[in-house]
């Protein structure tokens, strides 16, 4: 199995995976699903590559252990949000946007703006399970325990973050406030901070093969995207709109890295 023609059948993998999520949206006319697929997408390009490489099979495992971990508590953690607060918000403004300004129809802005986009994405930041399983030596040493370390931390606190934010959300009490204890101390995002702890911690484990550290791209495009595209900067321009206290929570608390907030 050569580089090329394990990528170039996983991406055949993930086309088909998209186009039928697609159809099946252009009749429910609701996209968000795809947030869960786009992490059950990786666990699945994961095993297909799996199947279709003969690696170190220590290396194997534990890369597809901890990306098995790591996709299906996320996605079943956004499958079940989706299930209990219906279409995600982003996707419906998104959409009356493109028909208002573009006359574009669900089918085409569900296309060109959701699937076309996240797809490509996907392959991209999954690059150090996908590429890491391929070489069959060296076995798994320090630096891929360091990786295996920090992919655990990275798992605990999104999985950490996440719970503390539901059971925070589900209190009366706390509406239109901001959650500032918690992880939610030592910084604004501890979910976006984990999903890129993870996935650096894999691209170590696959950074000590000559083949997995040309998958470096995959964790530097999703940090970028969580810090500066899809993550950080939507949701806290919409966070300053709603709740008061959110600039003064910001002006404490670390942006990203985990860090002590700042005297008021």
């Given at each position: 199995?050569?580089?090329?023609?394990?990528?170039?059948?996983?991406?055949?993998?993930?086309?088909?995976?998209?186009?039928?999520?697609?159809?099946?949206?252009?009749?429910?006319?609701?996209?968000?699903?795809?947030?869960?697929?786009?992490?059950?997408?990786?666990?699945?390009?994961?095993?297909?590559?799996?199947?279709?490489?003969?690696?170190?099979?220590?290396?194997?495992?534990?890369?597809?252990?901890?990306?098995?971990?790591?996709?299906?508590?996320?996605?079943?953690?956004?499958?079940?949000?989706?299930?209990?607060?219906?279409?995600?918000?982003?996707?419906?403004?998104?959409?009356?946007k493109a028909q208002d300004a573009r006359g574009w129809g669900f089918g085409q802005a569900s296309m060109r703006m959701v699937y076309a986009t996240q797809a490509p994405l996907l392959f991209i930041v999954c690059l150090p399970v996908q590429l890491g399983q391929i070489d069959a030596s060296p076995p798994v040493g320090a630096l891929g325990m360091v990786g295996a370390a920090m992919a655990v931390i990275g798992i605990l606190f999104e999985s950490i973050g996440d719970w503390q934010l539901v059971r925070f959300r589900r209190n009366p009490a706390n509406q239109g406030q901001v959650l500032t204890t918690g992880l939610w101390r030592f910084t604004r995002h501890p979910n976006y901070f984990g999903d890129a702890c993870t996935w650096w911690g894999l691209f170590l484990i696959g950074a000590e093969t000559s083949t997995g550290l040309w998958a470096l791209p995959g964790p530097v495009l999703l940090t970028w995207t969580l810090m500066k595209w899809s993550g950080v900067p939507t949701i806290e321009g919409r966070l300053k709109r709603r709740k008061p206290g959110y600039e003064d929570y910001v002006r404490r608390t670390s942006g990203f890295l985990p860090w002590w907030p700042k005297a008021r």
């Open positions: 199995m050569t580089v090329v023609s394990l990528l170039a059948s996983n991406l055949l993998l993930l086309v088909v995976l998209f186009l039928l999520l697609w159809l099946i949206t252009l009749r429910t006319r609701d996209v968000t699903p795809v947030d869960s697929v786009w992490a059950l997408g990786m666990v699945a390009l994961g095993w297909a590559s799996w199947l279709q490489t003969g690696g170190d099979p220590g290396r194997k495992a534990l890369l597809m252990a901890l990306c098995t971990i790591w996709g299906v508590r996320l996605g079943g953690y956004l499958l079940w949000r989706w299930r209990q607060h219906g279409p995600d918000r982003r996707y419906v403004t998104m959409f009356g």
